[in-house]
């Protein structure tokens, strides 16, 4: 490297200490420009390495030393690539890299050094003669979820796989060690032996294997998988030490672009031993493009500035490290002056931005925020009326009065009880008409009083009674049996997705089988009584034990991590049930009703999907997302307290138009993020600026698709734009995807242009005032996308009405702008 | 290189390929340079040009009575057919199929397609995704897709082109949709029999009351309005999204060819007359229309095959007349028109039905063992893959699984199904799930 880019380097090296500091304790390793990397030689004062002191022994046999050079400014440097590491007695140990090996008992030490600085790691290897207790059930079979031997795709489907079947992702421990150890006349095992074990040479690729080499010899697993061989190939005592959680160091690291970090995982087991298991634990990054991490643990970023969090998996135990790489040149962002207003969001959000080195957009203007609360909150544009008026209004608190009006406006109730009917799937083709509409109308009585959001999804949960009468009992008239209220009730209130547990326990993920049934039994024995054709009556005669098919094992009725249920078979077991899952003490509960509303009005969740709450999936701002359950919990569950508190912070009101910081950035909230009008939404929003109503049938001329509780009415529309199925929980029923479909219908479709030419019309009354081309053209843009018209529109506008009659001009203005994307979308 | 390597099949590669991370260090770039190229030999055989016809009979097809006849079963599983000679020596059909007799020698009879599941709904969903669903009955729920279908995901792994990719006709197919490759994946629908005097496309041309000048000035006038600066104003995902398909729906409608296509008045009346004036008939050449400009997947449905009652009666009267006019006229004319190398014909249904005839004179729901049917793209007609025992009941030779069904679908069409898409979840799920082209067809 030539000195002068060194000289570069320092000098903003220096320009960064200042933020940095201010930033965290954590570290930073620097490269000056894209594809330069791991050629700068810091000015290290200071050399730590971890751990500092090394033991070997046990089943911990190799560990990873991480270095980490400290430069006179503190910042953090990893060395880990470029140090030199030295080992005293060559016999005890073997070097790969920074990586450590135990070969035999004894005792030495391990120099590492970095230009003149060195620092010694005692180095002890132990117990290496007799290897611990191998288990089946806790050490091996976990190995097979982890290579997928045991997936969908290979050993584990129904069919099994070249006939050796295993239970997918290892539901059925007790067949699967016996499709091993007795199945193909034994030749899969051979005690003692591991080359003649075909379980061992077709995993590391000795013997010819369809899925191919799945693990190399020198590996843990492999070395886990011998040791169990050899000790005879042992089932393993129920009360074998058992893997407790797994760490890895660093969790959080400030890097540049096109850097490296090197990680290390430790396991911690239930007797308080440990493991380095660095080269064996699964990495998988949630931003590709960010920062990505190799199958030894060495992360390496991208070009792009922004956050990635690598989750680390390891025999079913997860661990995030999280990196930041804030975008280099720049300088901190200007503190913006609104900041000062000491709204908690902005304060949040701010604490973002600055560790990203992102400056935010600037506010809004009127107009937008206008038309963007009404739409979000009310699901309707706003008259040219109400935006003259609102433009002219020169009180300083007039945004908040907007949010207040709309929040207390009748169209705030329609509105939210349609998305709410959507999320708890009101689907006239499953529960019928008369259940429909009872469900609906009791959904919106709950909305229109505002009743707090834990006390109602109580009692939906608890619903007894004639489906005609009691609303919510509903409910269960789509979840018909007690697997699918499990995955239905977790999804819908808790975010928790738990499909994949219901067969299996995934590998990555927290919950398995034993919860999944747990959580079924408070809906086993459920008994539906059909009353007519249209209604059912639904209620809990008493709890009833529930067992895991296939296996057939019994499993005791319990909230997630809970207690067992105190019910009798005299005794519903759901208010139990709802008493732990509205309460404000369950960690998911009130987050996934926040993160809902976030959503919905800024544009994306701070966990995406929305309702897909995991370790694997981590927040993008989890401070935020706590503030936010908080203030829900503080104000009982206020829904539309909480909307007011989103949309009273500054950070709801910035532009939709990007700075030069800001433009890639989808995960900040640090621009507004531009939506698709929502399919009632628009088709409301068309017969609102035509000023021709939609005739829905079997409802009056004039009522509004926003108001529908029936998702079945025909509407080719609605359907082509993506309206709620409402069959799933998941909000992303109603899609809110752009389509070849719905270009070519704005475009073309003929009960559009109806409306546009309808003597009744918009376009007729007005060519039958008396104002001019200028003044029609800002009406109608006033009234489509809610501001006077734009210079480009106004030159547009008067190019059509120069070319065509008054009416016609009118006609194809009111065209234009109802296919404008500042029509069509939300900014 | 170890032996593993070398012995490796091409699929066994491609497992390997698609493996998360770290387990297979010990291949070297050689070992991969070799699996791309032995992927890349096995997809040369198949080709991007080819196109694919689509047509689900719905309701179950009955094997025995169509194209798996057991003359020398008992009375009540033989059933009132009898077999004729077609135009290829040895291959007999039904004589309720003497038009599709005569094109035999275009067509290749798969007699061996098995999968288990006996509802509609289930068996759907199968059969045009080659995966079976999740948990539920959803009988007549539209969109019921657990897994996308098999013209989506030519939609999601396929080219662009002018036409939309996936079409479907006279109506959405209820397990014909995307799932979580989502709606843009979607067919677009064609909601209308094109076999209806008054048929048209809807919003692909300008409404009738817009005269094109018109609809020019229009257009030109959003244009400036939608203009570039504004775009990157908007800076976002959907924006984008719409804007290309804005630019896509403009195209389609300033390409006469393309718009043409959609028109089914514009046939002579003898080429309709000669597929039928029925709803398959018209579908059919609606179809031949498209993927002759470029559609790359059309998905017809003809429903009412369900024949639990009067059997005979209603293929004989009923529904194998269409049929068996529209079939003939569809494979004839594509080869006139030197299109049937580059259209692949599949006729393909649920599952079969019963062998024994019930005591509605009907046959019941039968999935372990039934025939569909392939022609063109490549394949060699008058041909019979598989066999099934003496009642048409269970295979006996060579089986054909949907996955396999699906594989050699998107390999005609020069698709690479050996890859992996993602759910929303992350749950990574195959293409074709370990399907395998059925190689014979080629041969």
């Given at each position: 490297m030539p000195v002068s880019a060194l000289d570069a380097y320092r000098a903003s090296s220096c320009r960064g200490v200042a933020w940095l500091v201010s930033l965290l304790a954590g570290a930073a390793s620097y490269a000056t420009e894209p594809g330069d990397r791991g050629s700068i030689v810091p000015d290290v004062r200071q050399l730590v390495v971890t751990p500092d002191r090394l033991e070997l022994a046990g089943k911990n046999r190799q560990s990873q030393l991480v270095i980490t050079g400290v430069d006179g400014a503190g910042l953090n440097h990893d060395l880990t690539r470029q140090a030199k590491i030295v080992l005293g007695d060559q016999s005890l140990a073997t070097l790969d890299g920074a990586f450590v090996r135990g070969v035999a008992e004894g005792q030495s030490e391990i120099r590492v050094s970095f230009g003149a600085i060195e620092k010694v790691v005692p180095l002890v290897v132990r117990d290496f003669a007799r290897y611990p207790d191998v288990s089946f059930h806790s050490d091996i079979l976990p190995i097979f979820s982890k290579l997928g031997c045991n997936s969908g795709g290979c050993?584990?489907?129904?069919?099994?796989?070249n006939g050796f079947k295993l239970s997918v992702f290892g539901f059925d421990p007790r067949a699967d060690y016996d499709a091993i150890v007795n199945g193909s006349r034994g030749r899969r095992v051979f005690p003692g032996s591991t080359t003649h074990s075909l379980i061992y040479s077709k995993a590391v690729g000795a013997s010819t294997h369809g899925g191919g080499q799945r693990m190399s010899e020198d590996s843990h697993d492999a070395e886990l998988l011998r040791e169990w061989l050899e000790q005879g190939t042992p089932w393993g005592r129920d009360d074998h030490v058992k893997l407790a959680k797994i760490e890895v160091w660093p969790n959080l690291r400030v890097m540049t672009p096109r850097s490296q970090q090197q990680l290390r995982v430790v396991a911690t087991y239930s007797d308080g031993s440990f493991r380095d298991v660095t080269r064996s634990a699964v990495y998988t990054t949630n931003q590709e493009m960010i920062a990505d991490c190799d199958p030894t643990g060495a992360i390496e970023t991208g070009r792009v500035a922004g956050e990635a969090a690598i989750t680390i998996n390891y025999m079913g135990c997860v661990d995030v490290a999280r990196v930041v790489i804030p975008l280099p040149n720049t300088q901190l962002p200007q503190r913006p002056e609104w900041l000062s207003d000491g709204h908690p969001i902005d304060q949040l959000a701010w604490a973002k931005w600055q560790q990203l080195r992102i400056a935010p957009s600037e506010l809004c203007d009127d107009a937008t925020f206008q038309r963007r609360v009404a739409v979000k909150t009310t699901g309707t544009l706003p008259t040219s009326e109400e935006t003259r008026a609102f433009l002219r209004d020169d009180s300083p608190q007039k945004r908040i009065h907007a949010i207040d009006a709309a929040l207390s406006s009748e169209d705030y109730v329609n509105y939210w009880s349609q998305r709410w009917s959507d999320i708890l799937m009101v689907n006239s083709k499953t529960i019928g008409g008369q259940g429909a509409n009872a469900f609906y109308g009791w959904i919106r009585e709950q909305i229109e009083t505002n009743r707090p959001y834990d006390q109602w999804v109580r009692e939906i949960i608890v619903a007894s009674g004639n489906s005609g009468r009691v609303g919510p009992v509903n409910f269960y008239r789509s979840q018909r049996t007690a697997e699918d209220a499990v995955k239905t009730i977790s999804q819908a209130f808790l975010g928790i997705r738990m499909d994949c547990a219901q067969c299996h326990h995934h590998p990555f993920e927290k919950w398995g089988q034993d919860d999944f049934y747990g959580l079924a039994g408070y809906f086993n024995g459920m008994t539906r009584q059909a009353l007519d054709e249209n209604r059912e009556l639904i209620y809990h005669p008493g709890h009833k034990s529930t067992a895991i098919p296939v296996i057939n094992r019994p499993v005791a009725t319990r909230t997630l991590g809970g207690q067992s249920t105190a019910a009798d078979d005299q005794t519903d077991p759901r208010r139990e049930l709802a008493d732990w899952l509205a309460s404000s003490k369950n960690p998911f509960f009130a987050k996934l009703v926040a993160n809902r509303l976030w959503k919905h009005l800024m544009g994306r969740g701070l966990v995406e999907p929305e309702d897909d709450f995991r370790d694997t999936n981590p927040p993008t701002n989890p401070e935020l997302l706590e503030h936010l359950a908080k203030t829900l919990v503080a104000n009982n569950f206020d829904l539309r307290a909480l909307m007011r508190h989103i949309m009273t912070s500054k950070t709801f009101q910035l532009s939709n138009a990007p700075n030069e910081t800001n433009l890639d950035d989808e995960q900040t909230y640090s621009h507004y993020l531009v939506r698709r009008v929502p399919a009632e939404v628009m088709l409301d929003a068309i017969c609102q600026v035509t000023e021709v109503p939609e005739a829905f049938p079997g409802h009056p001329i004039g009522a509004r698709a926003i108001e529908l509780w029936d998702n079945q009415l025909p509407s080719y529309f609605l359907d082509a734009f993506g309206r709620s199925l409402r069959e799933s929980p998941c909000e992303c029923g109603s899609s809110g995807e752009p389509t070849m479909a719905q270009a070519l219908h704005l475009l073309n479709a003929p009960e559009i242009e109806a409306k546009i030419q309808s003597p009744q019309g918009r376009a007729t009354r007005l060519a039958n005032t008396g104002l001019d081309a200028d003044a029609l053209i800002n009406e109608i843009a006033l009234s489509t996308v809610n501001r006077p018209a734009n210079p480009r529109e106004l030159a547009t506008g008067r190019a059509i009405f120069q070319e065509s009659g008054r009416l016609q001009a009118i006609q194809d203005f009111l065209w234009v702008m109802m296919n404008s994307y500042d029509f069509l979308f939300v900014k | 290189m170890s032996s593993s390597i070398r012995n490796a099949t091409r699929r066994d590669l491609l497992r390997v390929g698609s493996l998360?991370?770290?387990?297979?260090?010990?291949?070297g770039l050689a070992d991969v340079l070799r699996m791309q190229q032995l992927c890349a030999s096995d997809q040369?055989?198949?080709?991007?040009?080819v196109n694919c016809i689509f047509i689900f009979i719905l309701g179950g097809m009955p094997q025995q009575d169509m194209w798996d006849l057991k003359p020398k079963a008992p009375a009540e599983i033989r059933g009132d057919f009898q077999n004729i000679n077609t135009n290829v020596p040895g291959i007999q059909i039904s004589d309720v199929l003497p038009g599709c007799a005569n094109v035999m020698d275009k067509m290749a009879i798969l007699r061996s397609m098995t999968h288990g599941d006996s509802d509609h709904g289930r068996g759907y969903h199968i059969m045009m995704s080659g995966k079976k669903p999740g948990v539920g009955d959803f009988n007549g729920n539209q969109n019921n897709n657990h897994h996308p279908s098999i013209g989506s995901m030519v939609s999601y792994l396929g080219a662009p082109g002018v036409l939309p990719p996936y079409i479907s006709v006279p109506n959405f197919l209820n397990s014909g949709g995307p799932a979580f490759l989502g709606p843009s994946h979607g067919p677009f629908v064609i909601d209308a029999d094109p076999a209806a005097p008054d048929f048209s496309v809807r919003?692909?041309?300008?409404?009738?009351?817009?005269v094109a000048q018109r609809g020019d000035l229009r257009q030109r006038a959003l244009r400036q309005i939608n203009a570039m600066e504004d775009r990157a104003q908007l800076a976002g995902k959907q924006v984008r999204s719409l804007d290309n398909f804005y630019e896509k729906a403009f195209n389609l409608m300033s390409s006469p060819a393309a718009k043409k296509a959609f028109d089914i008045h514009r046939e002579p009346a003898e080429v309709r007359e000669a597929y039928g004036m029925t709803s398959l008939g018209q579908c059919s050449l609606l179809a031949r229309r498209l993927v002759e400009a470029g559609c790359r997947f059309v998905a017809i449905e003809n429903g009412h095959w369900d024949t639990h009652r009067k059997n005979t009666y209603s293929l004989r009267e009923l529904l194998c007349p269409s049929f068996d006019k529209a079939i003939p006229a569809l494979l004839n004319d594509l080869a006139s028109r030197g299109l049937l190398d580059k259209t692949l014909v599949v006729i393909c249904t649920e599952f079969g039905r019963t062998p024994k005839i019930n005591q509605l004179a009907g046959r019941d729901h039968w999935p372990n063992a039934f025939s569909i049917v392939m022609a063109g793209g490549g394949i060699r007609g008058g041909q019979v893959v598989g066999a099934t025992d003496n009642q048409a009941a269970?295979?006996?030779?060579r089986p054909v699984t949907p996955e396999d069904m699906v594989a050699t679908i998107l390999y005609t069409l020069g698709i690479d199904y050996s890859k992996v898409m993602h759910t929303p979840l992350g749950r990574p799920v195959a293409v074709a799930d370990g399907g395998t082209v059925v190689r014979e067809l080629f041969s």
């Amino acid at each position: 490297m030539p000195v002068s880019a060194l000289d570069a380097y320092r000098a903003s090296s220096c320009r960064g200490v200042a933020w940095l500091v201010s930033l965290l304790a954590g570290a930073a390793s620097y490269a000056t420009e894209p594809g330069d990397r791991g050629s700068i030689v810091p000015d290290v004062r200071q050399l730590v390495v971890t751990p500092d002191r090394l033991e070997l022994a046990g089943k911990n046999r190799q560990s990873q030393l991480v270095i980490t050079g400290v430069d006179g400014a503190g910042l953090n440097h990893d060395l880990t690539r470029q140090a030199k590491i030295v080992l005293g007695d060559q016999s005890l140990a073997t070097l790969d890299g920074a990586f450590v090996r135990g070969v035999a008992e004894g005792q030495s030490e391990i120099r590492v050094s970095f230009g003149a600085i060195e620092k010694v790691v005692p180095l002890v290897v132990r117990d290496f003669a007799r290897y611990p207790d191998v288990s089946f059930h806790s050490d091996i079979l976990p190995i097979f979820s982890k290579l997928g031997c045991n997936s969908g795709g290979c050993h584990g489907k129904q069919a099994g796989q070249n006939g050796f079947k295993l239970s997918v992702f290892g539901f059925d421990p007790r067949a699967d060690y016996d499709a091993i150890v007795n199945g193909s006349r034994g030749r899969r095992v051979f005690p003692g032996s591991t080359t003649h074990s075909l379980i061992y040479s077709k995993a590391v690729g000795a013997s010819t294997h369809g899925g191919g080499q799945r693990m190399s010899e020198d590996s843990h697993d492999a070395e886990l998988l011998r040791e169990w061989l050899e000790q005879g190939t042992p089932w393993g005592r129920d009360d074998h030490v058992k893997l407790a959680k797994i760490e890895v160091w660093p969790n959080l690291r400030v890097m540049t672009p096109r850097s490296q970090q090197q990680l290390r995982v430790v396991a911690t087991y239930s007797d308080g031993s440990f493991r380095d298991v660095t080269r064996s634990a699964v990495y998988t990054t949630n931003q590709e493009m960010i920062a990505d991490c190799d199958p030894t643990g060495a992360i390496e970023t991208g070009r792009v500035a922004g956050e990635a969090a690598i989750t680390i998996n390891y025999m079913g135990c997860v661990d995030v490290a999280r990196v930041v790489i804030p975008l280099p040149n720049t300088q901190l962002p200007q503190r913006p002056e609104w900041l000062s207003d000491g709204h908690p969001i902005d304060q949040l959000a701010w604490a973002k931005w600055q560790q990203l080195r992102i400056a935010p957009s600037e506010l809004c203007d009127d107009a937008t925020f206008q038309r963007r609360v009404a739409v979000k909150t009310t699901g309707t544009l706003p008259t040219s009326e109400e935006t003259r008026a609102f433009l002219r209004d020169d009180s300083p608190q007039k945004r908040i009065h907007a949010i207040d009006a709309a929040l207390s406006s009748e169209d705030y109730v329609n509105y939210w009880s349609q998305r709410w009917s959507d999320i708890l799937m009101v689907n006239s083709k499953t529960i019928g008409g008369q259940g429909a509409n009872a469900f609906y109308g009791w959904i919106r009585e709950q909305i229109e009083t505002n009743r707090p959001y834990d006390q109602w999804v109580r009692e939906i949960i608890v619903a007894s009674g004639n489906s005609g009468r009691v609303g919510p009992v509903n409910f269960y008239r789509s979840q018909r049996t007690a697997e699918d209220a499990v995955k239905t009730i977790s999804q819908a209130f808790l975010g928790i997705r738990m499909d994949c547990a219901q067969c299996h326990h995934h590998p990555f993920e927290k919950w398995g089988q034993d919860d999944f049934y747990g959580l079924a039994g408070y809906f086993n024995g459920m008994t539906r009584q059909a009353l007519d054709e249209n209604r059912e009556l639904i209620y809990h005669p008493g709890h009833k034990s529930t067992a895991i098919p296939v296996i057939n094992r019994p499993v005791a009725t319990r909230t997630l991590g809970g207690q067992s249920t105190a019910a009798d078979d005299q005794t519903d077991p759901r208010r139990e049930l709802a008493d732990w899952l509205a309460s404000s003490k369950n960690p998911f509960f009130a987050k996934l009703v926040a993160n809902r509303l976030w959503k919905h009005l800024m544009g994306r969740g701070l966990v995406e999907p929305e309702d897909d709450f995991r370790d694997t999936n981590p927040p993008t701002n989890p401070e935020l997302l706590e503030h936010l359950a908080k203030t829900l919990v503080a104000n009982n569950f206020d829904l539309r307290a909480l909307m007011r508190h989103i949309m009273t912070s500054k950070t709801f009101q910035l532009s939709n138009a990007p700075n030069e910081t800001n433009l890639d950035d989808e995960q900040t909230y640090s621009h507004y993020l531009v939506r698709r009008v929502p399919a009632e939404v628009m088709l409301d929003a068309i017969c609102q600026v035509t000023e021709v109503p939609e005739a829905f049938p079997g409802h009056p001329i004039g009522a509004r698709a926003i108001e529908l509780w029936d998702n079945q009415l025909p509407s080719y529309f609605l359907d082509a734009f993506g309206r709620s199925l409402r069959e799933s929980p998941c909000e992303c029923g109603s899609s809110g995807e752009p389509t070849m479909a719905q270009a070519l219908h704005l475009l073309n479709a003929p009960e559009i242009e109806a409306k546009i030419q309808s003597p009744q019309g918009r376009a007729t009354r007005l060519a039958n005032t008396g104002l001019d081309a200028d003044a029609l053209i800002n009406e109608i843009a006033l009234s489509t996308v809610n501001r006077p018209a734009n210079p480009r529109e106004l030159a547009t506008g008067r190019a059509i009405f120069q070319e065509s009659g008054r009416l016609q001009a009118i006609q194809d203005f009111l065209w234009v702008m109802m296919n404008s994307y500042d029509f069509l979308f939300v900014k | 290189m170890s032996s593993s390597i070398r012995n490796a099949t091409r699929r066994d590669l491609l497992r390997v390929g698609s493996l998360a991370g770290g387990a297979i260090a010990g291949l070297g770039l050689a070992d991969v340079l070799r699996m791309q190229q032995l992927c890349a030999s096995d997809q040369a055989a198949s080709r991007s040009d080819v196109n694919c016809i689509f047509i689900f009979i719905l309701g179950g097809m009955p094997q025995q009575d169509m194209w798996d006849l057991k003359p020398k079963a008992p009375a009540e599983i033989r059933g009132d057919f009898q077999n004729i000679n077609t135009n290829v020596p040895g291959i007999q059909i039904s004589d309720v199929l003497p038009g599709c007799a005569n094109v035999m020698d275009k067509m290749a009879i798969l007699r061996s397609m098995t999968h288990g599941d006996s509802d509609h709904g289930r068996g759907y969903h199968i059969m045009m995704s080659g995966k079976k669903p999740g948990v539920g009955d959803f009988n007549g729920n539209q969109n019921n897709n657990h897994h996308p279908s098999i013209g989506s995901m030519v939609s999601y792994l396929g080219a662009p082109g002018v036409l939309p990719p996936y079409i479907s006709v006279p109506n959405f197919l209820n397990s014909g949709g995307p799932a979580f490759l989502g709606p843009s994946h979607g067919p677009f629908v064609i909601d209308a029999d094109p076999a209806a005097p008054d048929f048209s496309v809807r919003d692909i041309t300008l409404p009738t009351d817009v005269v094109a000048q018109r609809g020019d000035l229009r257009q030109r006038a959003l244009r400036q309005i939608n203009a570039m600066e504004d775009r990157a104003q908007l800076a976002g995902k959907q924006v984008r999204s719409l804007d290309n398909f804005y630019e896509k729906a403009f195209n389609l409608m300033s390409s006469p060819a393309a718009k043409k296509a959609f028109d089914i008045h514009r046939e002579p009346a003898e080429v309709r007359e000669a597929y039928g004036m029925t709803s398959l008939g018209q579908c059919s050449l609606l179809a031949r229309r498209l993927v002759e400009a470029g559609c790359r997947f059309v998905a017809i449905e003809n429903g009412h095959w369900d024949t639990h009652r009067k059997n005979t009666y209603s293929l004989r009267e009923l529904l194998c007349p269409s049929f068996d006019k529209a079939i003939p006229a569809l494979l004839n004319d594509l080869a006139s028109r030197g299109l049937l190398d580059k259209t692949l014909v599949v006729i393909c249904t649920e599952f079969g039905r019963t062998p024994k005839i019930n005591q509605l004179a009907g046959r019941d729901h039968w999935p372990n063992a039934f025939s569909i049917v392939m022609a063109g793209g490549g394949i060699r007609g008058g041909q019979v893959v598989g066999a099934t025992d003496n009642q048409a009941a269970e295979v006996t030779d060579r089986p054909v699984t949907p996955e396999d069904m699906v594989a050699t679908i998107l390999y005609t069409l020069g698709i690479d199904y050996s890859k992996v898409m993602h759910t929303p979840l992350g749950r990574p799920v195959a293409v074709a799930d370990g399907g395998t082209v059925v190689r014979e067809l080629f041969s």
